[in-house]
T-cell receptor, first 111, second 112 residues
């Protein structure tokens, strides 16, 4: 991933293509991971989660992959639609502690 | 699930003044949190709001600057005190229920 500064990394994809958004997490002890979608002017919305005892989980059009060896998460969106345009954040959690958010990626869908 | 609302949704304030942001959850949540999101950046945790006791602040955030109340299981307030332009940001309330963490729509604060 890129250094964020004032600018989020941006991923541009053609409508109908698949999108892959990557995230590196920081705490090897984290046992729960979530992907959130944040549209302009709104708070983050839950997309999909995965526990550390799994390496893949599928939802409707979305798949999350977890690689604990390299502390890496990815979110795959199938058949990307204009409504998928948003900022996507991964978040990690350990027990009852609050979520710690990754840097975020802006997904831009080209119609 | 939990639906979280915040008031105000946005405000423009003069430096040196204070603003209190209210957060209301439509159901009981076990934990409530306040985050800050600066333009184009990720969410940073300010503090965990504890019911009936002092909030637990993260490194870099202090009670004098960001006093927080949580009088019951569904309501919390965050005050941004003695504001400066550097406090311009989106402030987000969050609640944890059933293992999931939900977010309010945010309060967009601009300090002149």
């Amino acid at each position: 991933g890129e250094s964020v500064g004032l600018h989020l990394p941006t991923l541009s994809v053609q409508e109908g293509d698949n999108s892959i958004i990557n995230c590196a997490y920081s705490n090897s002890a984290s046992d729960y991971f979530i992907w959130y979608k944040q549209e302009s002017g709104k708070g983050p919305q839950f997309i999909i989660d995965i526990r550390s005892n799994m390496d893949k989980r599928q939802g409707q059009r979305v798949t999350v992959l977890l690689n604990k060896t390299v502390k890496h998460l990815s979110l795959q969106i199938a058949a990307t639609q204009p409504g998928d345009s948003a900022v996507y954040f991964c978040a990690e959690n350990l027990g009852n502690t609050p979520l710690v958010f990754g840097k975020g990626t802006r997904l831009s869908v080209i119609a | 699930s939990a639906v979280i609302s915040q008031k105000p949704s946005r405000d423009i304030c003069q430096r040196g003044t204070s603003l209190t942001i209210q957060c209301q959850v439509d159901s009981q949540v076990t934990m409530m949190f306040w985050y800050r999101q600066q333009p184009g950046q990720s969410l940073t945790l300010i503090a965990t709001a504890n019911q009936g006791s002092e909030a637990t602040y993260e490194s870099g955030f202090v009670i004098d600057k960001f006093p927080i109340s949580r009088p019951n299981l569904t309501f919390s307030t965050l005050t941004v005190s003695n504001m400066s332009p550097e406090d311009s940001s989106i402030y987000l309330c969050s609640g944890k229920a059933g293992g999931l963490q939900y977010f309010g729509p945010g309060t967009r604060l601009t300090v002149l």
